[in-house]
Structures are given as C-alpha cells and as structure tokens.
C-alpha cells in the first residue's frame, strides 16, 4: 500500500514500537531547536543527565525572545546558554542573527529530517518536508542527550490544494481558512499534510508560514513535500547537497481529506482573541486601528517583507497609527537593506525592530489602551500583547501594510494600487553565517558561565498512592500556558528563576493564585476545555510544581502541555463525564485514593469532600507516561533509569 509522506518519515525515524495508528512510538530525533526562553532550562537538564555531547546530527540554540536586556538576567542567560552550548557541541545563533524559525528554515532546515524544537512553531520547517514537532524543554534535552522522542501515531489529514491564489490573496489567508474550518482544538492528535496540484504555486516561505501557523490547530505538526519549489530554495540558500525530493505514493491513504479552492479565497484576518475567529477583512473594514506590527516567525521572510516594501514605496503610515516591522532574520535584514527595500520601508514612516520575536510576545511595542493593532503574527490570545484591553487582528503582510496606509483594516483588493509582486523572488540569498558559532571540538576546557539568576529547576517527589488538597483554582475553557504562566517584558529575564516566576503563575486572571498555593501545599486545578492551548512553555508546568499543585483535572488538554504536565509529575485528568466539571467548586477539599493502581488501568475516583460527591476522571498514559508519574517526573525517571 501507499504511503503518505508522514508515514515515509516516520517509518524511517521508529526506533520504538510499530506505525500502527494511535499506538505509542519512539522516533530518532536527528536535529533539535531551542530559543532563549525555553533554552535555559532546557540545558540546564542536558547538563543534569551526565552525558558529554549531544548525540543529534546538529542541534541549534537561537537567542531571539528577550533582546530588550533591560537587566543582567538576560545578558546572563545569554552567556550561559552560549558557554553550555559550546560545550555540548551545540551550534549557536548569536542574538541578532534573527528568530529561531526563520534562520532555521533558511540554513538548517532539510527534508526528510526530523526535528524536536522547545518552541510551538518548530513545524514550521514543515515548509521544506521536515517533519517538525514542538515540545517542552525537557523533551528537547533529551533528544539531545540520545532519547527517542515519543508520540502517538497521529491521523494524516490531508490539506488538498487546487488553482492558484489570487493577487493579494496570501498564504496566509489559506492557514486562516483552515483555522476558520478546524478551529483551535481541532487539530490534536493530527498532522496535516498538504498536497494537491496548489502546493507549486506556493514558495518555501509561503509555505513556511502555513506549517507555522499550523500550531495554532494544535496540531502535532504540518508538512509539504519537497518538491522542485524546495530545490530552487535550498540552491538559493547555497544548500543544494540539504535537499532531497519528497512526496507521498499516488496511492497514499489519509484519515480525512479537506480541499481548498485557492482561487475562491479572500483576505481574511483572525479577530480578538483566538486565531480561529476568522472574518473577510471586508466584514471589519470599519475598524479603526491604532497599530500594526509586521513580522514574527509567522510573516518576516525576504519576500514578505518586499511585499511590505512595495506596498509602502512612495507612501505614507497614516498619522494616528505606529507601524512597526521586524524583519525574520539577519539574512532577510541585509538583503532589503542592500536592494533599497529598507529605504523605501523606513520613508513611509515605519518603525524598524530589530530581528527577533520582540512584540509577538509582548517584549516592547506593547498597544496603548484599548488600542486595535493588526499584527502579522500567529496568536492574538487576550493578553499576549502586554495590554489587556488591547484588541490584536492576525492578518497577512499584505492587509497589514495596506491597513498601515488607510488607518482601518483594509481589504487590499479594495484599494488602486498598480503593484507587481512577480519580481520578489531570489535565486540567490545573501549567505554570511558568521553569527552561527560552530561548537568547541573538545568539551572540557569550556567553562560554563553562569548567573546569578539562574537557578536549579524543580524537582517533584515520588508519586504516592492518596492525594488530598484543595482546589486551588478553578479556570474556564481554552486557558492558555499564556495565562497560566504570563511571558512578557517583565518575567521573561527570568526564566531561568522558577522559584521567583512562581510568583506570578496565573497571575493575569488570578493574583491571589500563587498565595493560595503556597498556603495550601499539594492542592489541584480545574480546567475547562483545552486547558494549556497555546505555547509550549513548559513553565506553564514548571511553575504550578514549584508551587506543590499535584494534579489538574480538565474537560481536555492541549497535547504540550499535557506532556509537560506528566514530565513534571503532575497528573493530568480527565473527567469522564465533563458535566462533573459542575460540581467541584474553588477551595473544595478533595481526596484521590488508590493512585498506583489508577493510573494503570485508566481511571481515578475523586472525592469532593465538602459537596460529599464523587466523581470519575480518566487517566490514559502508556507506560513510559507511568513511569515518569510515578518517579515524580521525567527527569527523576531518566536519573533512576542511569542510576544518576
Ligand atoms: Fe518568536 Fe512569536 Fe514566533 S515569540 S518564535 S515570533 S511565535
């Protein structure tokens, strides 16, 4: 039988189990990613398992989150990561070099590779035909240190594309347009494999957005092939030997097919405060708006940003709206400030970033209050931005710099401009890797330098066989690790400190969380629907174990955040009936007897102590899962496995 490209991957990476459809397997992890967010921690535990050198093929550590450097912390964090990357022979990608996604794609993406990145947009090397995954730290650390990575066999849904998308049409409309049918919790336990005769219209990066935005189906991953659009790109980047032709058998199966008719597609644009609530910009072309912010690992590629370029050329930002642009990476930086490009982006009256995630997260360019701001970003959750009341629209490149321009969300389509996009394209980028350091050969001369803000991650102790505490907090659906863990200006230096951000873990919906917790040792949570959508941050996890949180009992789970749940040892339930979510209250005592045995045959009976009822939660794990609850978290488990 046929096989799509999944399987032809996956098949090639199993070192664990077989490729039976929802079945547990491990795969050969062969390159890893990690930014400066999610990186610090993440070595801090490679250096913990005891090993000398990353087993990968390569491995990367990006410096792209945090660049304000308002304080030590970061420049610390930096050094650290840069010194422990040395040693372990990890390449490293110097701060300004661009955001880990974007120098990825353009010079250590290759087809047919797998990669495990501590950043939920990892997939987006998808692009090429990588299959990419987005995972907490602690995974990465430990594909680094030789571990297969475990997942299960997802369903394969195949995106098929047809025609050819309109001018001023973009690709990222398409990722809209699945998000419009999926929504953002209809991808888990899915990658989505495009194909159709569609894909050779579309460039690596046109590409590369859609497999970004693909996490925010909360999908395991999304995936094109490698076609002759990917030769042409890899040849472009002076990395022909990288690429390899990727496609899946005439006769591959897939558990569902969904078709686009990219001709019928229009500019869309996600509305506040999910990526899902998708509408026509001409539906909100009465929205005033205050900002826009080009960019991000979604949008801020070469061609992206000449669109931009050619939008604005002889033009000028309206005089109530602030529009600032980030371009991806050094690489995309240099080559529109060497073709003119910039010039024309910086008379219109834009504001230019420098080349990291920056606003995406909050970190600077925060919008005024109640402010609207159109960004061309991925996510647009409450919050993210660093201004609550603000009102964040994900669109395309195109509808951003067209709205720059008006000053309302504009349709581009709707507006007289003669503009050619058909020259953009390079056969040749701008190639100077001189801020990627190759590691030390030999590991023992390098010193690891170290801070005074980084701090050892926490540890949970062995799983015992009855739990009681009470409901420290009780969430509603689609809580996000955003929420659970806030990542802005303010506590991003301090990754690398759990102790001090426990402090401040669901602090935008809750201040009193944290005293709560601490007042109430090896209490709970209760969750909604999709609890811990979003990012991967496995401080979202971190942070509730630093503060003695023992269990969350959920409607459902996003699948990152699941896992960095159990790698915490804390235990992820399920009710089984999500109407029992009604009888559990804020501060209720509960009780959890006979837990060893429980989590092997799938099922818990919780006991609310002061409503005198009790109620059924499921609790799936395969063995390895078991494993890591019961030593109290992965890292326990590996130590105990090594004997460490
Ligand atoms: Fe950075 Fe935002 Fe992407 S934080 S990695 S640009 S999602």
Not at 301 to 310: C, Q, T
Request: charged share 25%; with cysteine.
């Amino acid at each position: 039988m046929g096989k799509n490209i999944v399987e032809k991957i996956l098949q090639e990476h199993i070192v664990e189990g077989e490729l039976v459809k929802g079945s547990s397997v491990g795969i050969r992890i062969d390159r890893t990613l990690t930014q400066d967010s999610t990186g610090t921690m993440a070595y801090l535990q490679l250096e913990a398992m005891g090993i000398d050198k990353v087993k990968t093929k390569k491995s990367v550590a990006y410096i792209d989150h945090n660049m304000l450097q308002q304080g030590f912390e970061n420049a610390d964090d930096h050094k650290y990561i840069q010194t422990v990357a040395n040693k372990f022979g990890i390449y490293f990608s110097k701060p300004g070099n661009g955001i880990c996604h974007q120098v990825n794609l353009e010079r250590f993406s290759v087809p047919g590779d797998t990669l495990l990145g501590s950043d939920s947009h990892t997939p987006t090397a998808g692009g090429v035909g990588m299959l990419a995954i987005g995972a907490g730290g602690l995974d990465v650390a430990l594909a680094m240190a030789g571990e297969p990575y475990s997942i299960k066999v997802p369903k394969v849904i195949k995106v098929e594309l047809t025609g050819k998308l309109c001018p001023m049409v973009a690709s990222k409309d398409i990722i809209l347009e699945v998000l419009r049918r999926e929504t953002v919790k209809g991808g888990v336990g899915k990658i989505y494999e495009y194909g159709g005769e569609g894909v050779s219209s579309l460039s690596v990066p046109q590409r590369a957005t859609i497999t970004n935005m693909g996490a925010e189906l909360g999908a395991t991953t999304s995936i094109f092939p490698s076609d002759e659009k990917t030769r042409e790109y890899f040849k472009a980047q002076g990395r022909l030997d990288d690429w390899r032709e990727l496609k899946a058998d005439d006769d591959a199966k897939y558990d569902e097919i969904i078709k686009i008719d990219l001709d019928a597609l229009e500019p869309m644009v996600a509305a506040p405060h999910s990526p899902d609530n998708i509408v026509k910009c001409r539906e909100v072309s009465d929205v005033k708006v205050d900002q826009v912010a080009i960019g991000s690992c979604t949008n801020s590629s070469y061609e992206d940003l000449m669109k931009v370029a050619k939008i604005l050329k002889g033009r000028k930002v309206k005089n109530d709206v602030s529009l600032v642009i980030a371009p991806g990476s050094r690489q995309v930086m240099e080559m529109i400030a060497r073709n003119g490009a910039l010039a024309d982006i910086i008379a219109s009256g834009a504001r230019i970033l420098e080349n990291s995630c920056g606003p995406c997260i909050g970190m600077g360019q925060s919008p005024g209050t109640d402010a609207v701001s159109v960004r061309t970003f991925n996510r647009n959750f409450f919050g993210r931005s660093g201004t609550n009341s603000a009102k964040v629209y994900i669109s395309s490149p195109e509808v951003a710099a067209v709205t720059a321009l008006t000053g309302y969300i504009t349709d581009p389509r709707d507006i007289d401009f003669d503009i050619d996009f058909s020259d953009i394209s390079t056969d040749e980028f701008m190639i100077d890797d001189s801020m990627i350091i190759v590691p030390a050969d030999t590991s023992t001369e390098v010193e690891v330098v170290r801070g005074p803000n980084i701090k050892p991650f926490p540890l949970n102790t062995a799983l015992e066989d009855k739990l009681s505490g009470k409901v420290i907090i009780k969430t509603g659906d689609n809580i996000t690790t955003d929420h659970i863990m806030p990542s802005n200006a303010k506590l991003l230096p301090f990754r690398s400190n759990i102790p001090y951000l426990a402090n401040f873990c669901f602090s935008t919906i809750d201040e009193e969380f944290s005293a709560r917790s601490k007042d109430n040792p090896g209490g709970f949570i209760v969750g909604g629907d999709n609890y811990g959508q979003g990012s991967s941050r496995e401080h979202a996890a971190l942070a509730p174990l630093q503060l003695g949180i023992k269990g969350v009992i959920a409607k459902s789970f996003a699948r990152i955040h699941k896992a960095n749940l159990i790698n915490s040892g804390i235990i992820p339930m399920e009710f089984e009936n999500p109407e029992d979510y009604d009888l559990i209250s804020q501060m209720d005592n509960i009780e959890i007897e006979g837990i060893l045995e429980g989590i092997k045959n799938g099922k818990l009976v919780v006991t609310d102590k002061d409503r005198g009822v009790s109620f059924s939660v499921s609790v799936v794990f395969n063995e390895k899962e078991i494993e890591m609850l019961n030593a109290g978290g992965k890292l326990n488990s590996i130590k105990l496995k090594k004997g460490i």
